[in-house]
C-alpha cells in the first residue's frame, strides 16, 4: 500500500524552497528561470515518467546513404513569434532550419479523391472553396475579437460557448467537402471530433495563435516555420544539463499535496516526502485530477479539469532515400478526412495529414498524424496492418515507391503514461467562464504547462511562456527584490494585478520598483 503524508508513516523529509511537477519544456523552464534569477534557491523537479521532454519526443531513424538521423514524434514546429522559444533556443545553443513548403498539396474531402491546390485549406470544387473561403474570413475576424485573458468579455460569448464547433460549420457551410475541410482541421488542431470542441475555445485559441490560419502556415510568422535541428526533444535534455541532473528525480508519480500555513508537502508513489514553500505543478490538466490534495482544489477549478479532455494522436515518420513527392512537384502536404477504408472495423482510412519533415542534411522523411475517432480506431489494430494502411492510401497520389521506406516509427500519444493524449487538451461547450481558473494560484501552488498559457497556447511557445509566468509568481513571494517592471509587464499586469490585489500591488511596486 503506497503511503501518504496522512498515514504519518514517513518521517524524513526533503527540503525545498520551490518544488516543481512535471519534467516537460514547461516545469524545466520554470527551474532553469528560477535557479538564473537566484542560484542559491533550493529547487527539485519531480518527473512521473522515465524520461524528460512531456510531449516532445525525438528518436533515431535511417535515412539514405546509411546515415541515421533525428526526427520528432510530438512537438516539432517553431515560428518566427514564438519569442518566449525563441530565447530559450538561443540560450541553450539549439539551431532552427526552415520548413520545405514548396510545390502542391493534395487534400481529401467531400469525396474519396485527392485533389491538388495551393493555398491551404482551399481545394475542392470551387463552390467549396469559396464557402471554406468566405468561413476563414469570418472565424478570423471573431478571432480579433477575442481576449484570451478573458474570454467572457466578448459581447456574444455565452452563445459562441454554448454550441460546438460541428454547429458552427454546419450552420456557416452547405456542402460536404467544406464541412470535411473544416471537421479535419478540428482533428489537426485538437485530436478531436468538431463535435467536441466548444467554438469560444477554438476562438480564443486561435486568438492565442495570432489567427486562425497561423496555426497551420509554413511561411513567415505560421506555426510551421522553422524545425529545431536534432529534435525538439533536446529542449528539455539541455535544461537539464542546465539545471543538473541531480535535480531531477524521475519515475515516481506524486499521489498526494497537502499545504498548510508555511509549507506544501508533496507524497509519492515510492514514499518519499518533499517539502517547499511553492509549488509549481506543470502537467497536463487531465494528469491533475490523479493528485489527492488537501485542502481540497476549488469546487470550480475541480471542475473545470474534469472537462478539460485530451486528444487523441498517433504520430509516425517515415524516411526514404530520396523526396520523392518533392520531384512530383509536392510539398508533402496533405489534409485528409479520411476517405474510403478497407477494413470494416474503422470507419475511415487513417491519415488525417501529413507533411514533409526532411532534415536539414537532406534526410528525406514525412511526417503524419491519425487522429481522433478514425486514429483510435486505427491505434486498435496491430501496427504492421496500421502501417500497411497509411503506406498504401498515399499510392494513389504518389506511386508504388511509397511502400518501399527505409524506415517507419510511431508514437500512440493516448498510451503514454501521465499525458493522457495529444496535442492537447481540450474544452467542450459550457466551460469557458471558468477558464480563468487554469492559471490562478492556489495557495503555495502555481500552474505551468502549455494549457495554462495565453499565448500560443498548447504549442511548444506556450509552455515556455507558462513557466516563465509562474517563475514570477513565485519570485514574487520568495525574492521580490530581484523582481523588475519588465518582469510584472512581461506576464501581464492584469494577470499579476488578479495575482495579488490592487492593494498588494501598489505596495509592491512602490517598494521594490523605485
Same mark, same amino acid.
Not at 525525438?58 to 518566427?80: A, I, Q, Y
Not at 485573458?149 to 460536404?176: G, I, Q, V, W
Not at 480506431?377 to 496491430?382: I, Q
Given at each position: 500500500?503506497?503511503?501518504?503524508?496522512?498515514?504519518?508513516?514517513?518521517?524524513?523529509?526533503?527540503?525545498?524552497?520551490?518544488?516543481?511537477?512535471? /519534467?516537460?519544456?514547461?516545469?524545466?523552464?520554470?527551474?532553469?528561470?528560477?535557479?538564473?534569477?537566484?542560484?542559491?534557491?533550493?529547487?527539485?523537479?519531480?518527473?512521473?515518467?522515465?524520461?524528460?521532454?512531456?510531449?516532445?519526443?525525438?528518436?533515431?531513424?535511417?535515412?539514405?546513404?546509411?546515415?541515421?538521423?533525428?526526427?520528432?514524434?510530438?512537438?516539432?514546429?517553431?515560428?518566427?513569434?514564438?519569442?518566449?522559444?525563441? !530565447?530559450?533556443?538561443?540560450?541553450?545553443?539549439?539551431?532552427?532550419?526552415?520548413?520545405? &513548403?514548396?510545390?502542391?498539396?493534395?487534400?481529401?474531402?467531400?469525396?474519396?479523391?485527392?485533389?491538388?491546390?495551393?493555398?491551404?485549406?482551399?481545394?475542392?470544387?470551387?463552390?467549396?472553396?469559396?464557402?471554406?473561403?468566405?468561413?476563414?474570413?469570418?472565424?478570423?475576424?471573431?478571432?480579433?475579437?477575442?481576449?484570451?485573458?478573458?474570454?467572457?468579455?466578448?459581447?456574444?460569448?455565452?452563445?459562441?460557448?454554448?454550441?460546438?464547433?460541428? =454547429?458552427?460549420? +454546419?450552420?456557416?457551410? @452547405?456542402?460536404?467537402? /467544406? !464541412?470535411?475541410?473544416? !471537421?479535419?482541421? *478540428?482533428?489537426?488542431?485538437?485530436?478531436?471530433?468538431?463535435?467536441?470542441?466548444?467554438?469560444?475555445?477554438?476562438?480564443?485559441?486561435?486568438?492565442?495563435?495570432?489567427?486562425?490560419?497561423?496555426?497551420?502556415?509554413?511561411?513567415?510568422? #505560421?506555426?510551421?516555420?522553422?524545425?529545431?535541428?536534432?529534435?525538439?526533444?533536446?529542449?528539455?535534455?539541455?535544461?537539464?544539463?542546465?539545471?543538473?541532473?541531480?535535480?531531477?528525480?524521475?519515475?515516481?508519480?506524486?499521489?498526494?499535496?497537502?499545504?498548510?500555513?508555511?509549507?506544501?508537502? *508533496?507524497?509519492?508513489?515510492?514514499?518519499?516526502?518533499?517539502?517547499?514553500?511553492?509549488?509549481?505543478?506543470?502537467?497536463?490538466?487531465?494528469?491533475?485530477?490523479?493528485?489527492?490534495?488537501?485542502?481540497?482544489?476549488?469546487?470550480?477549478?475541480?471542475?473545470?479539469?474534469?472537462?478539460?479532455?485530451?486528444?487523441?494522436?498517433?504520430?509516425?515518420?517515415?524516411?526514404?532515400?530520396?523526396?520523392?513527392?518533392?520531384?512530383?512537384?509536392?510539398?508533402?502536404?496533405?489534409?485528409? @478526412?479520411?476517405?474510403?477504408?478497407?477494413?470494416?472495423?474503422?470507419?475511415?482510412?487513417?491519415?488525417?495529414?501529413?507533411?514533409?519533415?526532411?532534415?536539414?542534411?537532406?534526410? /528525406?522523411?514525412?511526417?503524419?498524424?491519425? +487522429?481522433?475517432?478514425?486514429?483510435?480506431?486505427?491505434?486498435?489494430?496491430?501496427?504492421?496492418?496500421?502501417?500497411? /494502411?497509411?503506406?498504401?492510401?498515399?499510392?494513389?497520389?504518389?506511386?508504388?515507391?511509397?511502400?518501399?521506406?527505409?524506415?517507419? &516509427?510511431?508514437?500512440?500519444?493516448?498510451?503514454?503514461? @501521465? *499525458?493522457? #493524449?495529444?496535442?492537447?487538451?481540450?474544452? #467542450?461547450?459550457?466551460?469557458?467562464?471558468? $477558464?480563468?481558473?487554469?492559471?490562478?494560484?492556489?495557495?503555495?501552488?502555481?500552474?505551468?504547462?502549455?494549457?495554462?498559457?495565453?499565448?500560443? =497556447?498548447?504549442?511548444?511557445?506556450?509552455?515556455?511562456?507558462?513557466?516563465?509566468?509562474? =517563475?514570477?509568481?513565485?519570485?514574487?513571494?520568495? !525574492?521580490?527584490?530581484?523582481?523588475?517592471?519588465?518582469?510584472?509587464?512581461?506576464? #501581464?499586469?492584469?494577470?499579476?494585478?488578479?495575482? *495579488?490585489?490592487? $492593494?498588494?500591488?501598489?505596495?509592491?511596486?512602490? +517598494? $521594490?520598483?523605485?
Amino acid at each position: 500500500m503506497t503511503q501518504r503524508i496522512s498515514d504519518g508513516s514517513i518521517n524524513s523529509v526533503d527540503d525545498t524552497n520551490v518544488l516543481v511537477i512535471g /519534467a516537460g519544456i514547461s516545469g524545466l523552464t520554470a527551474a532553469f528561470e528560477l535557479l538564473q534569477r537566484d542560484s542559491g534557491l533550493r529547487i527539485l523537479i519531480l518527473e512521473a515518467k522515465d524520461r524528460v521532454g512531456g510531449r516532445t519526443y525525438t528518436v533515431p531513424l535511417k535515412t539514405g546513404e546509411g546515415r541515421s538521423e533525428m526526427f520528432d514524434l510530438g512537438g516539432t514546429w517553431v515560428s518566427s513569434l514564438h519569442s518566449h522559444l525563441l !530565447r530559450l533556443l538561443a540560450k541553450l545553443d539549439l539551431e532552427i532550419y526552415p520548413q520545405y &513548403c514548396q510545390g502542391r498539396i493534395a487534400g481529401k474531402a467531400g469525396i474519396p479523391v485527392w485533389r491538388t491546390f495551393e493555398y491551404f485549406p482551399l481545394f475542392g470544387p470551387w463552390y467549396a472553396r469559396y464557402e471554406v473561403y468566405r468561413l476563414i474570413q469570418k472565424i478570423e475576424e471573431l478571432v480579433k475579437e477575442m481576449d484570451s485573458t478573458d474570454p467572457m468579455c466578448h459581447k456574444d460569448a455565452d452563445e459562441l460557448d454554448s454550441m460546438t464547433m460541428e =454547429t458552427f460549420l +454546419t450552420r456557416n457551410l @452547405y456542402t460536404l467537402a /467544406a !464541412r470535411d475541410i473544416i !471537421r479535419t482541421i *478540428v482533428r489537426m488542431l485538437f485530436g478531436a471530433e468538431s463535435t467536441d470542441v466548444s467554438v469560444l475555445f477554438f476562438l480564443v485559441h486561435s486568438q492565442s495563435s495570432y489567427g486562425f490560419l497561423n496555426q497551420f502556415m509554413s511561411s513567415t510568422k #505560421g506555426i510551421r516555420e522553422f524545425r529545431i535541428k536534432g529534435g525538439a526533444q533536446q529542449i528539455s535534455q539541455k535544461l537539464v544539463d542546465k539545471i543538473g541532473k541531480q535535480l531531477i528525480m524521475l519515475d515516481d508519480p506524486v499521489v498526494e499535496i497537502t499545504q498548510d500555513d508555511n509549507f506544501v508537502y *508533496v507524497s509519492t508513489a515510492g514514499s518519499k516526502l518533499y517539502r517547499g514553500e511553492r509549488l509549481i505543478i506543470a502537467i497536463p490538466p487531465c494528469e491533475i485530477l490523479r493528485i489527492d490534495f488537501h485542502p481540497p482544489l476549488p469546487t470550480r477549478f475541480r471542475h473545470l479539469l474534469q472537462r478539460f479532455l485530451p486528444g487523441h494522436v498517433t504520430q509516425f515518420v517515415v524516411t526514404y532515400e530520396q523526396p520523392f513527392w518533392r520531384h512530383k512537384g509536392y510539398s508533402g502536404q496533405i489534409l485528409d @478526412y479520411g476517405g474510403i477504408t478497407t477494413d470494416h472495423d474503422c470507419s475511415a482510412g487513417p491519415l488525417t495529414m501529413m507533411c514533409d519533415v526532411t532534415t536539414e542534411n537532406g534526410g /528525406a522523411a514525412l511526417m503524419g498524424q491519425l +487522429t481522433s475517432i478514425p486514429g483510435l480506431e486505427w491505434s486498435e489494430k496491430k501496427s504492421s496492418a496500421r502501417r500497411e /494502411a497509411v503506406l498504401r492510401s498515399m499510392v494513389d497520389l504518389w506511386g508504388p515507391w511509397v511502400m518501399r521506406p527505409l524506415d517507419f &516509427c510511431e508514437k500512440n500519444w493516448s498510451e503514454e503514461k @501521465y *499525458v493522457g #493524449g495529444c496535442p492537447r487538451h481540450f474544452l #467542450g461547450p459550457g466551460m469557458m467562464a471558468w $477558464h480563468h481558473f487554469i492559471r490562478k494560484p492556489f495557495l503555495r501552488i502555481h500552474w505551468a504547462g502549455t494549457e495554462t498559457a495565453n499565448r500560443w =497556447t498548447g504549442y511548444m511557445n506556450g509552455a515556455v511562456q507558462a513557466g516563465h509566468r509562474a =517563475t514570477v509568481e513565485v519570485l514574487y513571494e520568495l !525574492r521580490p527584490q530581484i523582481l523588475t517592471a519588465a518582469d510584472l509587464e512581461s506576464i #501581464g499586469y492584469a494577470h499579476f494585478n488578479n495575482l *495579488v490585489g490592487p $492593494h498588494k500591488l501598489l505596495h509592491y511596486i512602490s +517598494t $521594490h520598483l523605485q
